[in-house]
């Protein structure tokens, strides 16, 4: 028994009181009835015996030498240098001495201290041949503390050959009297298969200028790209259609083109140049979009029957390319108006500002469009119940001065408001009210997502040609990106949000809109009461007709001098029609919208949708516990009305 006890003192002497503190040692003598005494020493010989195992471990790993093994190796070999055996004959301390200091040197230095060494121990022999006098160099082998030796046991010592030796000595007679380490002859001379610097240059600047023609800026959060890095911070996003393969044919045909040439065998440069080129920190802001990231249903209906399983091509599949070319051009003229829009808007807000031009001359873009819903309460680190819970959903509604590139973020709870088209006309209207206070300016040009039920929809067109009508604008353009190539400004915003609000806990559209406003300094959020939502289609219903096929057209623009007209086209190089919104015939406007007074006098505010029932009651359940004491009842309030049952949520 004593001896199972002492093996167990033991085992807790090496394993745990090397960790405890010094009264919760005292406490298990007490236990097992053992002198603390015993246990304290027990420590401090453990922790002692490590401190002498380590110390020997760290003065023998430090002995360890690679060039004492190889002669060590040699002396404990039947092998001979010379005759006289002259390497055995030295003191084997100063053989280790010299091979750690060996071991100190890179390689240059120590060929530099091997030609210092054939230097100092040079002499010349003069001897007579056939009656000529002629000098010989010669070499006496000599390392100091170890005295003269043969040349075998030289080369030993030093770590080299005979053939290195060899070229040593061809070196020094060369170069006599130097003992800088010899210079290999391709240093600073650029390889025969090396691409030259101006065909590099002409490539990344290829790369940029698809990247501009055809990418989609974007400056939010994107996972598994290392978009950090990016000094410009927007990254531009060819479609998904592209690949290097076909950047590199691009690039090659139009190399041909520039320098008048035939068909160039071989190429330039190889796929394999041209892609690692890609791949550098010369061309990281232009990136090729996934496939899985290609929103667009037609280029996924087109996909799917070009590229079918089965492996059959159909007698259809021209015409089925030719359509799917036919859409691919019509978002690239989409996408090209809306990018020479945006450089148009930033050129001309640099000279306002630089310039001091006059604020009427300035022409200002805007880009607007709805986030993903924000849902609350946000924990950084969410537990499962809340992720599959139902959360309250703050609404974001996002407008971008392209100009100034600065987004202003209207935030509202789902129970003040929605989604529809009066909500749209309501936040569009302060934003233009606000824009032409501030420039002045007499013309706008407006961009938005292909949502018919959100930005496309006669409400909007008729609040638009409204402001033109009041004569707070002169003109107004409103364009829409090709579905599903839809990618804009906005959207790189909405990921710098998304970014900053997974890592923050949030419980209040108050705190949401601290996240949004410190995610970047382009940042702007204003949080939206029920009484800032009006009924537009209410009021303006009564004076201005629908617009036939209006989810069919793309373009949209309003004029003074065409009162109450609408121009529309399909999409940018087809012919504009023409169509007259207003009711009226003698074209004149009713008193009650003939001014902005009398429109906010007739404008009724919409009624505030709330929160369903069931989900006020599934948020008191399930999310309440993680909410902050002083914001449980704002976030998550116990329903007023009691719990509905399931035949009352069917009648519900």
Not at 87 to 112: I, P, T, V
Not at 554 to 563: G, L, N, P, T, Y
Not at 582 to 593: A, D, G, R, Y
């Amino acid at each position: 028994m004593d001896d199972i006890f002492q093996k167990d003192q033991d085992s807790l002497a090496k394993v745990l009181f090397q960790e405890l503190p010094n009264d919760v040692i005292v406490e298990i003598s007490d236990m097992h009835g053992v002198p603390p005494e015993r246990l304290f020493v027990k420590k401090h010989h453990t922790l002692l015996e490590d401190e002498l195992i380590e110390e020997e471990e760290v003065e023998g790993d430090s002995r360890k030498s690679k060039n004492w093994e190889r002669l060590r190796k040699f002396l404990e070999s039947d092998n001979r240098c010379c005759a006289n055996d002259c390497l055995r004959q030295f003191d084997e301390e100063a053989l280790m001495q010299f091979a750690h200091s060996l071991d100190g040197c890179n390689k240059n230095e120590a060929e530099a201290a091997l030609l210092m060494n054939m230097l100092e121990h040079e002499d010349t022999v003069d001897t007579t041949k056939k009656g000529k006098l002629r000098e010989r160099q010669r070499v006496r082998y000599f390392v100091p503390y170890l005295g003269c030796m043969c040349r075998e046991a030289f080369l030993l010592l030093w770590g080299k050959g005979r053939g290195a030796l060899c070229d040593l000595r061809a070196y020094q007679k060369a170069h006599p009297g130097v003992f800088a380490p010899q210079v290999h002859g391709n240093v600073d001379k650029t390889s025969n298969h090396a691409l030259s610097s101006s065909l590099h240059k002409e490539v990344v600047s290829f790369i940029k200028k698809i990247g501009k023609e055809a990418g989609e800026e974007s400056e939010g959060r994107h996972l598994k790209r290392k978009n950090h890095a990016v000094k410009t911070g927007v990254v531009r996003f060819l479609p998904a259609f592209y690949s290097v393969a076909l950047l590199y044919r691009l690039f090659i045909a139009h190399y041909q083109e520039k320098n008048k040439l035939a068909n160039i065998k071989p190429p330039p440069l190889s796929l394999r140049q041209f892609y690692y080129i890609f791949k550098s920190s010369d061309c990281e802001s232009v990136q090729l979009r996934s496939p899985r990231s290609d929103v667009c249903d037609v280029c996924l209906l087109y996909r799917s029957r070009i590229r079918r399983d089965s492996g059959i091509v159909d007698e259809n599949d021209e015409d089925e390319v030719t359509a799917w070319s036919e859409h691919i051009t019509h978002a690239k003229e989409a996408r090209n108006v809306y990018r020479d829009e945006i450089k148009a808007a930033r050129k001309g807000f640099k000279e306002f500002l630089s310039e001091h031009k006059k604020a009427e001359a300035y022409i200002p873009h805007a880009t607007f469009d709805f986030a993903q819903n924000l849902g609350l309460p946000q924990l950084s680190d969410e537990p499962q119940e809340i992720y599959f819970a139902s959360q309250r959903a703050i609404y974001l509604f996002s407008i971008r001065d392209d100009g100034p590139d600065i987004q202003y973020n209207f935030l509202y709870d789902e129970g003040d408001g929605g989604k529809g088209g009066n909500y749209v006309a309501s936040m569009l209207v302060l934003f233009l009210l606000d824009l032409s206070s501030q420039f002045k300016t007499k013309c706008v040009l407006l961009n938005a997502d292909n949502c018919c039920a959100q930005n496309k929809n006669n409400i909007v067109l008729w609040v638009l040609n409204m402001l033109v009508m009041l004569d707070i604008f002169n003109h107004i353009e409103l364009k829409f990106l090709e579905k599903g190539h839809s990618h804009c400004t906005v959207d790189g915003g909405h990921g710098l949000i998304k970014k900053e609000w997974r890592k923050r806990n949030v419980f209040s559209i108050d705190q949401a809109k601290e996240v949004i406003e410190k995610c970047s300094d382009m940042q702007r959020a204003n949080i939206l009461s029920p009484k800032e939502f009006f009924d537009w289609s209410s009021l303006l219903g009564q004076y201005f007709r629908k617009l036939p096929g209006i989810s069919y057209q793309r373009e949209f623009k309003f004029h003074k001098e065409k009162f109450g007209v609408v121009h529309y086209r399909s999409s940018h190089g087809k012919k504009w029609q023409t169509y007259q919104l207003l009711q009226n015939k003698h074209i004149k406007l009713p008193k009650e919208i003939s001014s902005l007074a009398s429109i906010r006098k007739h404008l009724k505010i919409m009624r505030p949708p709330g929160v369903p029932l069931k989900k006020q009651w599934n948020m008191f359940k399930k999310l309440r516990k993680y909410v902050p004491d002083e914001l449980k009842d704002e976030l998550c309030p116990k329903p007023n009305e009691p719990e509905l049952s399931d035949n009352d949520v069917e009648n519900y």
